[in-house]
């Protein structure tokens, strides 16, 4: 039956390419549109296309820079997303994050036989007797108030890698042979609440006189959310879809959509996950300016200089214990297959006393691994962390949380064990996914439930950032959603 079902599905992908979508995404000049043309070649055929001169009046195509934009936002927070690698709201292998010793047997979601295609670290397979697989948790950003001059210099700061830079200055975990490394920052404006006339909404002239007036009447109802993003090519959207009609407007740099149709989200391989955040404990809650990276290897030497690496793992462990007890805080929900191990870990790490919960507060069966994290057994914590002052965290979100997120990365750095991976998505004789370069001035129509990947450039002369506005329009809840739906349970019921 799951043979012919999957017989089925290929022929639908197939199919809706020959018949309509083709392989290209056509590139048009508003003045060749209307409502009629609109609706009738794009929205109610649920096919993208990318729109040109429709912001030539915009101000906010000529006025935006850096510069500009702080002075006009001046000493107003805004919302930051920050994350350790440029992704958030990603499925991530945090097994870099995790103490392996302190964790075996009571992880969420390890599975030894599969190597996680684009997982870096590797740091956990080498301590005997523990977990050998990739730990992946839906990762969200951790959100964090700032001014937009304090975005601005984190963005620019952060770029100096600073394990390129400092490592070599770094001190060293004996124990494990693994360097501890400066926690790398990547600051995302892109908050989704409607960021522009929320938190932004001094610019929102710069957007007059909006976008094409047949627009609205097309969609039926102005935009639900406008969104700001500021970002640069560390910062990566992996695959999703959203019940929104999209219009999204590059201002400046250029924005890389890999698009699939909706009927292709069996090709996805969606994952159920525990979800949790981000969270950078200690130290560096503030964007640092250009002194911080100097001030920090100062920091490093001074510490190498009296440091007992003993000392300091234990200082690590300490942080440690609420992150073990993270992973034993329930995931009834959790659908991952070893389930049945973290279940048990559940069991066998229940608390001696809550000491290690000071991150878990709202997590009532929040636990420490109790003295096993003082006894110098803790080897190391991957990437996270430096001078105890500062680490990565992965914080749990309520208890039972799990989400349904899709693993695949287009352009994988392991192009075979991606192919092993997710098979529906590199299968040669499937249709290739659709790419929208979208440049400054341009406007994608971006339909809902196409699952998109975005990945950004900094392509304008002199700015080192990418700056887009998006507009969210009610989706029509349809007859093509309801046959959406049943090409969604049949790819459920595949997997
Ligand atoms: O620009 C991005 O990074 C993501 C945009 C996106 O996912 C959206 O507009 O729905």
């Known amino acids: 039956?799951?043979?012919?079902?999957?017989?089925?599905?290929?022929?639908?992908?197939?199919?809706?390419?020959?018949?309509?979508?083709?392989?290209?995404?056509?590139r048009l000049h508003v003045s060749e549109l209307d409502a009629l043309t609109f609706s009738r070649d794009f929205v109610s055929r649920n096919k993208p296309c990318i729109i040109t001169g429709a912001l030539d009046a915009w101000p906010a195509l000529h006025l935006w820079d850096e510069s500009y934009l702080c002075s006009r936002a001046g000493d107003k927070k805004v919302t930051m997303d920050v994350t350790p690698d440029g992704r958030g709201d990603t499925i991530t292998d945090v097994s870099g994050y995790l103490d392996p010793v302190n964790c075996a047997g009571r992880l969420p979601s390890t599975d030894a036989d599969a190597a996680d295609p684009e997982s870096t670290s590797s740091a956990h397979q080498s301590v005997?007797?523990?977990?050998?697989?990739?730990?992946?948790?839906?990762?969200t950003p951790e959100e964090r108030k700032s001014t937009l001059s304090q975005f601005f210099t984190l963005l620019r700061t952060s770029r100096h890698k600073p394990e390129d830079e400092v490592a070599e200055e770094l001190p060293t975990c004996i124990s494990s042979g693994v360097a501890e490394r400066p926690p790398q920052q990547v600051p995302y404006i892109q908050h989704q609440n409607s960021s522009l006339t929320e938190e932004f909404s001094f610019l929102a002239l710069d957007l007059q006189p909006g976008l094409p007036a047949w627009m609205e009447e097309v969609f039926g109802e102005p935009p639900d959310a406008v969104n700001?993003?500021?970002g640069d090519e560390r910062s990566i959207t992996s695959f999703h879809k959203d019940h929104y009609e999209n219009m999204y407007a590059v201002l400046c740099g250029t924005k890389r959509f890999t698009l699939l149709p909706p009927c292709d989200v069996w090709r996805l391989h969606a994952q159920q996950c525990p979800a949790a955040q981000w969270v950078l404990e200690g130290g560096h809650q503030q964007p640092r300016d250009t002194a911080y990276l100097s001030n920090r290897l100062a920091a490093a030497k001074e510490r190498?200089?009296?440091?007992?690496?003993?000392?300091?793992e234990q200082e690590q462990c300490v942080n440690q214990r609420s992150l073990a007890g993270s992973c034993c805080t329930g995931h009834q929900g959790d659908a991952?297959?070893?389930a049945g191990g973290a279940s048990e870990g559940r069991e066998a790490c229940m608390p001696a006393d809550t000491t290690g919960c000071r991150n878990f507060g709202e997590h009532s069966s929040c636990s420490q691994s109790g003295p096993a994290?003082?006894?110098?057994?803790?080897?190391?914590?991957?990437?996270?962390?430096l001078n105890g002052n500062s680490r990565w965290r992965v914080r749990l979100k309520e208890s039972s949380e799990t989400v349904s997120w899709c693993p695949v990365e287009p352009r994988p750095r392991n192009i075979l064990a991606a192919k092993a991976h997710y098979p529906q998505f590199f299968d040669p004789g499937l249709p290739e996914p659709l790419i929208a370069e979208v440049g400054p001035g341009e406007l994608l129509y971006l339909p809902s439930l196409w699952h998109h990947f975005v990945e950004q450039e900094t392509t304008t002369p002199g700015k080192d950032y990418v700056l887009a506005v998006n507009f969210w329009y009610d989706m029509q809840f349809d007859s093509k959603w309801a046959y959406y739906q049943l090409v969604e349970q049949l790819s459920a019921s595949l997997s």
Not at 128 to 139: A, V
């Open 304 to 312: 190498e200089e009296g440091m007992q690496c003993g000392l300091y």
């Open 373 to 385: 994290g003082l006894n110098g057994s803790c080897s190391q914590s991957g990437p996270a962390g």
């Open 336 to 338: 991952d297959t070893s």
């Open 1 to 26: 039956m799951s043979l012919q079902m999957l017989e089925s599905l290929r022929k639908l992908s197939s199919e809706v390419r020959e018949i309509d979508l083709g392989s290209k995404i056509r």
């Open 228 to 230: 700001l993003w500021i």
């Open 128 to 139: 005997s007797g523990t977990p050998k697989g990739p730990i992946r948790y839906f990762m």
